[in-house]
C-alpha cells in the first residue's frame, strides 16, 4: 500500500475531476435504490387493483430515476477518463524525468527492456486498475450498506439469508485473491524478459541474418513466450474462479429467499412487491460484493506495477554534485593517481587496477588495447560518468567529485563508437541543421 500512497501522489492535479466522479457515484446509488421501493409500491397497489394512476405514477418516476442514474453514470464516466489518463500521463513523465536523471550505475541496475515495460505496461496496468476499480470500489461499499439497510426495513428475518452467505462469498474471494496476488509479479517479470529478447533480436537483426542464427533466436523466444504463457495461464486459473463463486451463493441465496419468501407471502406476513423489491436489494449486495472483489484482483495486479513504478521513481542517482561544486575548468590537463575500477562492488576482479596517468593540456595520446581491455571505462572516468572505486581522477588539476556534473560534462566531448540517429520529423532536421550553422559560424 506504500507503494500505491507513493505513486498516487501524481494524481493531484486531477484531484477536482475524482472528487466528481466519486460525488457522481453517489448520486447514482441513491437513484438505484429510489427504484426497488417504487416498484414494491407499483406491485402491491397498482397492479392487484388495476389502478392505472398508481402505476403510470410510479412507473413514471422509476424511468425518471433510471435516466437521472444514466446520466449521472455518464458524467462519472467522462470525470473518472478524465482523471485516470492525467494521471498515467504524470505518472509516464515522472518516470521518464526519474531515468534522465539516472547515472551509468543505476541504468546498470535496469535492463533497457525492464524500463520500458515499467513505463508502458506498467503504467497501463495502473491506468485500467484506475478506470475499471474506481467505480466499483466508491459503489460498492455504498450499495452494500444501502442495501443491507433497506433489505432489514422490508424483512428483518429475510435478511439473515444473505448475511449468512454473504461473509462465505467474501471468504471465496478473499482466498482467490491471495493466491493471484503474487502471481502477478511473476507475471510482469516475464513480461519485461520477452521485451528483452525482442529488443535485443531486433536491435541485432543483420547479424542474426548474416550467421544464420534465425532458428536460434526463434528457439530463445520461444522459451520467454512460453515463460509468459504459462504465469499468465497460472495467473488467471485462480482469477476465473471469481464468477463461478459468485454464480453459486447468488443463486443459493435466491433459492433460499424465494423459499422462506414464498412462505411469508403464504401465511401474510409479506407481500408480493415486498418479495421483489427484497430480491433486487440482495442482488444489489450481492453485487456489490462481487465488484469488490473484482478490485482487490485489480489492486492485487497493480501492486506488483506500482512497486516497479516505485522503484524506479525512487532509485537514487549514484552520482551527485558537492557541496560547493567548482563551476570552471581551467585547461584540459588530465590525471590519473592510482585510480582503481570496477561496474559491481561485489565484482572479484577491478577493470581497471592502480592507473596512473598524466595527460598535458593540448597534448594527443592514443590508448591502445584489444577488445574488453577497458579503454572505454578508462574515458568514461574522465567526464565522471562512473566513479572510481579508490584513487583520484583529476581535470585541471581539480578532482572530478569537485566539480559540478552538467559543467564537467559540457567540458568533455566525447565521440561514441557507435552513431546513435534519433528519430525526428525533416522540419526538426531542418532546424538542427541550420541551428548547427549558426553555432559554427559564430
Known sequence: MQDLRKIFRYARPYRRDLFAAVGLIFIECIFEMVIPVLMSTLVDDG????????IFRQ??????????????????ARYAARFANGFAAELRM????????FDFANLDRFSDASLVTRMTTDVTVMLNAVNAGLRPLVRSPVMLCMGLAMACVLSPRLTIVFLVTT????AVL???????????????SAVD?????????????????????????????????TELSDASTETFRYAVLNLPAFQTVMYTAIVCILWFGGKYI?????SVGQLTAFLSYVLQVLNSVMMFSGVFLQMSRSLASARRIREVLTETPDLANAAAPVDTIRDGQIDFDHVSFKYNAKAEKNALSDITLHIPAGATVGIIGGTGSAKSSLVQLIPRLYDAESGTVRVGGVDVRDYNLDVLRREVSMVLQKNVLFSGSYQSYNERVIGLSKHCLS
Open 94 to 101: 515522472a518516470e521518464y524525468a526519474a531515468v534522465q536523471k
Open 193 to 225: 524478459h520477452l521485451n528483452g529478447r525482442i529488443q535485443e533480436s531486433l536491435t541485432a537483426i543483420r547479424a542474426i541474418k548474416a550467421f544464420v542464427r534465425g532458428d536460434y533466436e526463434n528457439a530463445q523466444f520461444d522459451t520467454v513466450n
Open 47 to 54: 397492479v392487484p387493483t388495476h389502478n392505472m394512476t398508481v
Open 59 to 76: 412507473g413514471g418516476l422509476m424511468i425518471l430515476c433510471a435516466v437521472l442514474a444514466l446520466i449521472t453514470g455518464l458524467l462519472y
Open 174 to 188: 478473499a482466498w482467490i485473491v491471495t493466491k493471484v496476488g503474487p502471481l502477478y509479479g511473476r507475471q510482469q
Open 266 to 270: 403464504l401465511v401474510g406476513t409479506m
Open 167 to 170: 461473509p462465505i462469498l467474501a
